[in-house]
């Protein structure tokens, strides 16, 4: 089990939720979910090009599994050894996917609801929230 501290801030005090600082206690197998859906509307969306959706899966798992790790502390995350040795370009990319992977895992949990990008959308009838 490992913990990921958030905080709510600013949002309606009659609102559906409250703001507060707390801990959300996550698996690994969360965080490759997450990583795995981001950014996809639904499993079908993931799995759409056969092979290929299989490749890109794996890529996706393979990127977590290399430049995340609890070093032998099951409570915190940090980036692995090999995330150190990345040239800046790299990071930026490996920090951006991470960055959305995070998001969309805090979303599903907190809020119960799935991301997607908007053009993801087929629809005109939706409603963007900021």
Known sequence: MTILPYILQDFNENGVYNNCQDELK??????????????????????????????????????????LTDNGNSRYLTVSGPYHTLDPSEKGAINYFLGCTFAHLLTMKLFNTHISHPNKVKTKDFLFSF
């Open 26 to 67: 996550i698996e690994f197998t969360d965080i490759i979910h997450a990583a795995i859906t981001v950014g996809r509307r639904n499993w079908d969306d993931v799995l759409y090009h056969g092979i290929y959706s299989d490749y890109e899966v794996n890529f996706r798992t393979s990127l977590v599994q290399t430049f």
